[in-house]
């Protein structure tokens, strides 16, 4: 399994950027994003069922972020708009084999790399 995501940069507070992540090896239950600010633990973003149309937010992100799948090529994306300073951390796409959608870090098996996001006030 493998997980590699990419997207991330330096942008300016109400700007969008689009976080993808491309996972190969097997198909999954469910996905997800999460983040981590300097000096702060991880934190969840949203995750979704791998099939169907069920997902979750953290309160935060809700009506700014979008979170979806290619069903062609098994990308994951995180669309984020009107980014905020406080959205600024390292960006993780992670998945979990089975169907469980929950926002405990610790539930999901496998993890990319992640991906800096920066937004400047």
């Known amino acids: 399994v493998q997980l590699q995501a990419s997207g991330g940069g330096l942008v300016q507070a109400g700007d969008s950027l689009r976080l993808s992540c491309v996972a190969s090896g097997r198909t999954f239950g469910v996905y997800g994003w999460f983040r981590q600010a300097p000096g702060k633990e991880r934190e969840f973003v949203a995750a979704?069922?791998?099939?169907?149309?069920?997902?979750t937010y953290t309160d935060s992100v809700k009506g700014r972020f979008t979170i979806f799948r290619s069903n062609r090529d098994n990308t994951l994306y995180l669309q984020m708009s009107s980014l905020k300073p406080e959205d600024t951390g390292v960006y993780y796409c992670?998945?979990?084999?089975?169907?469980?959608?929950?926002?405990?870090?610790?539930?999901?098996?496998?993890w990319g790399q992640g991906t800096q996001v920066t937004v400047s006030s």
């Open positions: 979704s069922k791998w099939r169907g149309d069920r997902k």
């Open positions: 992670a998945v979990r084999i089975d169907s469980y959608i929950g926002s405990s870090s610790s539930s999901f098996d496998f």
